[in-house]
């Protein structure tokens, strides 16, 4: 028998799996375009616990070489320039709406060292083996589970050996309530912004990664996974 949960006097059953991804990846930057308005405050309000434990994981130090992929609005990529202001910070997002908001809160920084621009997570414009931290948020919900080895690969090509992989996803839920957002995302995946819940662990060992840390977190209900890696 499948778990049920209640909420608002609704019983529903919990997933018996997770979900694929149901937004295609060609309408991502669309459907962000139009979410970054309100993004600050989604992000705020049920992200932003998972958010800053990433970043106090990272241990970013000055001078390092970071990258952020799928910046959104900004919101970590500010902590992290904060951080590093005379090392090298990229930031790309698929998103112009997104990224003018990241601009415009950077702007608050000054003489901080970063660029942000239009890019893909499936093509980083960045050197081989040249990245100290690769810094990503909620971005491998929204990506189908066959398009996550290309993903990973990118990601392992950019990093120094040794150096350092910071993941935030959405994933499924462990404690009660946290299963009312898969429900939303089965009835409607662009009221999730096109996330769903996902595990990322095993996949990164399947590509050589040393997994150090999973840790859950879960605020207003909305599951996060915080996982930290080596490229070995």
């Known amino acids: 028998m499948k778990p ?10 919990a997933p018996a799996k997770m979900p694929d991804a149901r937004v295609r990846q060609s309408e991502i930057s669309a459907l962000y375009d139009k979410l970054s308005g309100i993004y600050d405050i989604w992000g705020k309000l049920t992200e932003s616990r998972a958010r800053n434990r990433a970043i106090e994981l990272a241990k970013i130090r000055d ?21 590093n202001p005379h090392g090298s910070n990229v930031g790309i997002d698929l998103s112009p709406g997104m990224l003018e908001k990241a601009k415009t809160r950077l702007k608050k920084l000054s003489g901080a060292n970063y660029t942000l621009n239009i890019g893909t997570a499936f093509d980083l414009p960045v050197k081989n083996g040249s990245v100290d931290v690769v810094m990503n948020n909620y971005l491998f919900d929204l990506i189908p589970y066959e398009d996550m080895d290309k993903v990973l690969s990118e990601f392992k090509r ?24 898969d429900f939303v995302y089965r009835i409607s995946p ?13 996949k990164l060992e399947q590509h050589g990664f040393k ?8 605020q207003l209900l909305f599951p996060s996974e915080v996982i930290v890696a080596y490229k070995e």
């Open 63 to 83: 001078g390092q070489n970071v990258l952020e992929v799928a910046v959104g609005t900004g919101l970590a990529f500010y902590e992290i320039v904060k951080r």
């Open 190 to 202: 662009r009221t999730m912004g096109g996330c769903r819940g996902v595990k990322l662990s095993e």
């Open 211 to 218: 997994v150090e840390a999973r840790e859950y977190h879960q």
């Open 158 to 181: 950019v990093l120094k050996k040794g150096a350092r992989l910071i993941l935030v996803n959405m994933t499924k839920g462990e404690r009660f309530g946290s299963n009312l957002y």
């Open 4 to 13: 049920a949960l209640s909420c608002c006097g609704i019983t529903f059953n």
